[in-house]
């Protein structure tokens, strides 16, 4: 993937056929990680929301280019941040079980878009795919954890000393 976009723009100079694939490798990452959220009842965020959010952290970074002002993109993902906190303190969920990985990972979605506007489409997409994964495999990862004893844990510590 030939993705290069951390070059000075002018306002007034015509997209490229780059700027445009990173704004479609942005949604489509955006998509991903929403079609996993969708499978929840009633999602706060489902797939229109992460692919929107994906393009709207390519979108920060642009600006944040075209202005030499970087905290557009600190603002912008705050702003992501307190649009779903808000969301869930209007209407909290039912089982009152607060949706603090959904927050997590449209933040993350936010900041894949505007790594793929800084050159790191690569580093990205693989992030896009292991943060899908976690969302998805939620039930066998809490198998696991359930399953560890007190030694299993003395152990992977002991390993990860080591290592």
Excluded at 131 to 146: N, S
Aim: net charge negative.
């Amino acid at each position: 993937m030939a993705i290069l976009y951390n070059r000075r723009m002018s306002p007034l100079e015509p997209a490229s056929l780059d700027h445009i694939e990173a704004f479609a490798v942005s949604l489509v990452l955006g998509l991903l990680i929403g079609l996993e959220r969708e499978r929840k009842p009633e999602p706060k965020a489902g797939l229109r929301t992460f692919g929107l959010v994906s393009m709207f952290g390519c979108l920060s970074a642009l600006i944040a280019e075209m202005t030499g002002n970087g905290w557009i993109v600190a603002v912008g993902l705050l702003a992501v941040a307190a649009m779903m906190i808000t969301a869930v303190t209007i209407d909290p969920p039912d089982d009152g079980d607060p949706p603090t990985t959904s927050i997590i990972a449209l933040m993350i979605s936010f900041g894949l878009g505007a790594a793929v506007w800084y050159g790191h489409g690569a580093l990205a997409v693989m992030a896009a795919i292991a943060t899908t994964a976690l969302l998805y495999f939620k039930a066998q990862l809490h198998g696991i954890t359930r399953a560890l004893t007190h030694k299993d844990l003395i152990s992977i510590l002991q390993f990860a000393a080591l290592s």
